[in-house]
Every structure is written in structure tokens, then in C-alpha cells.
């Protein structure tokens, strides 16, 4: 494949997008079959398609939000050096694409969920914080240069809720606010809920838990949270309404906590690209 | 959701018949206590009422009843199917659970749950054994790992009838992808009071605080080959409970009852569970502090 860039260069640019993406699937769905080798060879293809997509015009925000994209395929799979080699390369051509910014703040929060801590030394802790300290500023650097951008408003308010940072409540009501598409909507309710259950307020819980049923009704994660709301309420029926209904789902549906937890897959940005190798 | 299978079990590694045992009937009447007497490990036959001790709250009760291994029994096998369980154990888990349910008795119930990052009811609790068995040999093993989500949504579903319901958690890993906290999942447990078994491959600080809870027991599997063995010993540890009874007297009502349960005379191990809930909403146990 070494004449990959060469001839990637002389396409056009809907052949290049195509490309892209024909390579970008089939590294997915490779890696997910622990095919690895197989999986990371599309992904170095694609990624030569790409570079040779870089000495074109515009705003290159395809090639951005791929580099973005692929970042976090990387780090959900473990691939945490060439997650951290492609944002360092990304981020020398493109310093101000803010979703860099959140796949490296992802890639540190997995760095840290890699590390064992001696919660007995005090200098692991310090370390394990201030590694903390970096991801939200990766995040907090993203919001800057886009504010509208609700994941990272997220992230960084998810990583504030784990520390018992109350500014998490301000991050999670921004990220309500910008919030457009159904995997956000659906996280910051399930973020809401977490909130309200932490501080005793269980009928609000309920209630965010609910909404973010209502949005993802195949997802898991409501129903057990809900179940687990019925119990903490002392309503036994209540919580076994929940787990009996998520049973009877016909289907369930891949749920977004799920990739947010271990590296922040993104198929929002995915449904994107696609979209893009596919626009005339 | 790409599988993720690669970081979960690196961040594992890191990680290193009703007989809730206290149920009230139509009000608040009768506490029913699953109880284990062991000495040596073995279980201590023909116990009868006189020679418990029970207090509630730390107010001496009476017992009323006791028997042993009168109800039926209803079993959940909640079991780890994520990507670490795939290719020989899950073969061998999967003859441990059919040994299991072999051993079942006539009007003994199974049912089967099997977790990785989903939570899947496979079979309901249900006396049709062949359909547990076939489940058990369809199963395959992929994904991360929810543990307490599962147990939270197996605990959740735990029959109301006369029975007396036992879960058999095995994992042979760390949770990676739970929504619910520890504290969260143990505070459930304890409302329940269903007894929570499990097996598991390494140590793991949340089923030894799930078993403790539930008045339930963990047991370290060495190799693949024991998992038979150990299941059956789970079940026979639960067909060696007493179940105790008695009327609540000289004790508030609502809240945590704290229960200790020992012999009058003697010596030996009495395992149950630490207490019960009554009414209140949880003082504790926010599903999501980390």
C-alpha cells in the first residue's frame, strides 16, 4: 500500500472522503473481532488517504474530526501510544480543533483507570490528581474554543462529579443547554440523576433517570438505575417494574454510557463522517 | 459500541420461597432469617428453636420457628460471559451450571442471567430444567463487565412466593463498565436480604461485601475444573441453612434492624445476614459516589 498517499492525492475529494471511510469500517469492525493487526493496517491506509487530504483547501474538517475520530477508537481498544501519537500529530496541524482536545482528555482519564493507585500513598494520589488536573484542562481548553460543544462539557463535568468538584452541577447544566444530539441529551440526564441521587434528592434522580429512559428507551442504563432508585426509595415494586421492563425489551440498544466510560468511542462523530463520504 | 474489550480488561487488572431471610408479612410481622451453622465447615445438624439467640436492634427476640430445608429453593445463576470467560471456562462454567441445576430438586427453580457490559435474562426463573441447561450451553463470551449492574437487576427480579431464592454470582474479573456504585448494589443486597453466593477466579473487595451482606458466602475457584464442585457446594450450603422465624417485640418499626443471631450453647459459625430494612428511604448508599 505504499502508493496509497500518491494515488490518494490525484482522487477527487468525494473519492478520497469514500475512501476514508471504506478503510475507517472495516478497521472498526476488525478491531472489535480482536482482529488487531488486520484492523490497524486500514487505519494506517486511511490515515495516509487523509495526509494526502491535508495539502488541500478549506477548512479540512473532515480530516480534522477523522484524526479526532480515530483517536478514540484507538484508546477505547487500549491502543493508548498510537491514540496519544495521532492527537500529538493531529494537534501539530490543527491546534485549535477542539475534539482533539476532549480524545486527549479522554486518553488521560483511561491512562488513569489503567493505573493502579495505592490509595495508602499519598504521592500516587497527588499523581492520579493531577493527571485529573490535565484531562479537565484539555476539556476546559476545548470549551474555549468551542463552547457549544456539549461532550465536553460532559467530560469535564462527569470528571468534576467523580472528584466531588461541585462545579460539576454548572458543567452538566451547560452541557443540558447545548446538548443537541441524543447521546448528550441522554448522558447529561443520566449525569443529572447521578447528581440529585448522590445528594439525596431521589425523586429528582427519578425523574433525570426517567427523561433519559424516555430518550434511549433500549438502553440499559436507565432501568438499572431506576431499579436501584425503587430500592434506595424503599419501593421493592417499583424496582422490580424497572429490571421486568428492561427484560421484555425486544432489543436493546448500544448504550452511550457504555463508550463514554472506556475511552469515548464517538459515534456521533462517526454518523458524521459518514455523512460527509457520502454528501455529493 | 466498538468492544473495548482490550481497555476493560486492563482496567480489571488495575482494579484489581421466598424466604427473603427477613421478610414482613402484611405489615410487619414476621422476620424469617436465613441462618448457616457450621462447625469445622461442616454443617451442624438438628438445631431447633431453643437453641438460637436472635436480637433485633439489640433487643432479644424469641424464635418461633425452625426448619431446615423445607422450602424449595429458587436459584439465579447470574454469570460472567464477557470476552476474559470465552473458550474453555466458559465450557467449564457452563457444565458447572448444568451440575447445578442436575442437583436441583423436583419443585426447586433455576434461572439464568449472564452479564458483560449487557445484562441478559436468558431464561426466567422457571422449573423447566432442560431450558436452563440449553441456555447454559449457548452461551459465548464477549464484551466488558457489569457486574453490579447485574446484580443489582438480578437482585431486583428475586421471586415473591414460597421460596427460598439463592443467586450464584460467578465473575472471573473486575467490573469495567457498571453504572452502579459498590455501596449502591450492597445497600440493595441488604434490602432484599436475598442470600448472595459467589464464585469467583480472583478477589474482589465487592463480592466479599455483597456476600457478607446477604449472610452469603464467596469461594476462590483455582482452577477451571473446580467450578463444578464449588457450585454444588454453594448449593448444598444453602439446603444447610436454617431458616428462622419470629415476631419483632420491643422494636421501632421503620429504619435498619440490625440483626446478630448466634447459639445459646456451643461453638460454631453462624453466618447471616447483618439485618434488614423496613419502610424508610435509604439512609446510605447513593448509587454513584466512586
Not at chain 1, 55 to 84: M, P
Amino acid at each position: 500500500m505504499a502508493g496509497v498517499g500518491g494515488r490518494a492525492a490525484r482522487a477527487t475529494p468525494e473519492a478520497q472522503r469514500a475512501a476514508v471511510m471504506l478503510h475507517t469500517d472495516a478497521g472498526i469492525t476488525l478491531l472489535s473481532a480482536s482482529a488487531t493487526s488486520l484492523g490497524l493496517l486500514h487505519f494506517t491506509t486511511a490515515s495516509r488517504i487523509v495526509n494526502a487530504m491535508r495539502s488541500g483547501r478549506g477548512d479540512q474538517l473532515f480530516e480534522r474530526r477523522w484524526l479526532a475520530f480515530v483517536a478514540t477508537v484507538y484508546t477505547a481498544n487500549g491502543r493508548l501510544g498510537d491514540a496519544d501519537r495521532m492527537i500529538r500529530d493531529a494537534l501539530s496541524w490543527y491546534s485549535s480543533e477542539p475534539l482533539l482536545y476532549v480524545a486527549r482528555g479522554a486518553l488521560v482519564e483511561m491512562r488513569i483507570a489503567m493505573t493502579f493507585v495505592d490509595l495508602r500513598s499519598g504521592n500516587q494520589i497527588a499523581r492520579r490528581d493531577r493527571a485529573y488536573d490535565a484531562a479537565a484542562a484539555d476539556y476546559r481548553r476545548a470549551i474555549g474554543l468551542d463552547d457549544r460543544l456539549a461532550i465536553a462539557h460532559l467530560r469535564v463535568g462527569w470528571l468534576h462529579f467523580t472528584t466531588h468538584d461541585p462545579r460539576a452541577r454548572e458543567n452538566f447544566d451547560a452541557a443540558l443547554t447545548r446538548a443537541t444530539e441524543v447521546r448528550d441529551r441522554y448522558l447529561v440526564q443520566l449525569f443529572l440523576g447521578a447528581a440529585a441521587e448522590r445528594d439525596g434528592r431521589l425523586d429528582e434522580a427519578e425523574r433525570a433517570y426517567s427523561a433519559a429512559q424516555t430518550l434511549a428507551p433500549g438502553c440499559q442504563t436507565p432501568y438499572i438505575a431506576l431499579a436501584r432508585v425503587g430500592h434506595a426509595l424503599g419501593r421493592a415494586a417499583q424496582a422490580a417494574a424497572s429490571a421486568a421492563a428492561f427484560t421484555a425489551l425486544p432489543e436493546k440498544s448500544n448504550d452511550p454510557w457504555w463508550d463514554f466510560h472506556l475511552g469515548g468511542f464517538d459515534h456521533v462523530s462517526l454518523a458524521w463522517l459518514h455523512a460527509q463520504a457520502q454528501a455529493p | 459500541m466498538i468492544r473495548t474489550i482490550a481497555i476493560a480488561a486492563a482496567i480489571a487488572a488495575a482494579q484489581a420461597a421466598q424466604t427473603p431471610p427477613a421478610v414482613f408479612r402484611s405489615g410487619i410481622e414476621v422476620v424469617e432469617i436465613d441462618v448457616s451453622v457450621t462447625r469445622g465447615g461442616l454443617p451442624v445438624p438438628g438445631l431447633t428453636a431453643r437453641d438460637f439467640a436472635v436480637a433485633d436492634n439489640g433487643v432479644a427476640q424469641e424464635v418461633e420457628s425452625v426448619t431446615l430445608d423445607r422450602l424449595p429453593l429458587s436459584v439465579t445463576l447470574l454469570l460472567d460471559t464477557s470476552a476474559s470467560v470465552a473458550g474453555d471456562r466458559l465450557a467449564h462454567l457452563a457444565q458447572a451450571g448444568e451440575g447445578l441445576v442436575d442437583a436441583l430438586r423436583p419443585d426447586d427453580r433455576a434461572s439464568l442471567i449472564t452479564f458483560s457490559h449487557l445484562v441478559d435474562l436468558r431464561v426466567p426463573m422457571t422449573g423447566d430444567k432442560a431450558a436452563v441447561r440449553a441456555a447454559l450451553h449457548a452461551m459465548s463470551g464477549s464484551g466488558a463487565t457489569a457486574l453490579r449492574d447485574a446484580v443489582e437487576l438480578a437482585l431486583s427480579l428475586q421471586p415473591h412466593d414460597r421460596t427460598r431464592p439463592l443467586i450464584l454470582i460467578f465473575t472471573d474479573g473486575a467490573d469495567t463498565t457498571s453504572w452502579l456504585s459498590e455501596d449502591a448494589v450492597v445497600d440493595t443486597a441488604r434490602r432484599v436480604g436475598v442470600v448472595v453466593h459467589a464464585v469467583r477466579v480472583e478477589s474482589d473487595r465487592f463480592l466479599d461485601r455483597l456476600a457478607d451482606s446477604s449472610g452469603g458466602r464467596t469461594w476462590s475457584a483455582t482452577s477451571d475444573r473446580q467450578l463444578r464442585e464449588l457450585f454444588t457446594s454453594a448449593l448444598d450450603e444453602m439446603r444447610a441453612r436454617y431458616l428462622l422465624t419470629y415476631t419483632p417485640k420491643g422494636v421501632a418499626r421503620a429504619g435498619w434492624h440490625e440483626l446478630k443471631v448466634r447459639l445459646r450453647s456451643g461453638r460454631a459459625d453462624v453466618t447471616a445476614r447483618p439485618g434488614y430494612f423496613v419502610g424508610a428511604a435509604s439512609p446510605s448508599g447513593s448509587s454513584r459516589p466512586r
